[in-house]
């Protein structure tokens, strides 16, 4: 587990896609550079997909963390695009 503190997180577990990549796209659209969002997701899809899609809009994934089955954690630093 990675000692860095979240600036914000969503929760999108219980979402299927779209929703968890769009959840996590819009609310780093918010964010100001070097935030972190933390993301807790159940979905399989989104676990593999937010990280390619971050990484094309310029943010950086910090890591990804099994929690326990299916639920995962995400931080990603926030490339302030706003």
Not at 17 to 23: E, Q, R, S
Not at 38 to 53: A, F, G, H, K, Q
């Amino acid at each position: 587990m990675s000692e860095v503190t979240p600036t914000k997180t969503l929760d999108v577990c219980g979402k299927i896609c779209p929703y968890p990549d769009m959840n996590t796209m819009t609310t780093l659209k918010k964010m100001e550079k070097g935030e972190v969002l933390e993301v807790l997701l159940d979905y399989p899809l989104s676990v593999e997909r937010i990280p390619r899609n971050i990484k094309k809009q310029g943010h950086k994934l910090i890591e990804v963390e099994q929690l326990d089955g299916p639920n995962h954690r995400m931080l990603i630093e926030a490339h302030g695009l706003k």
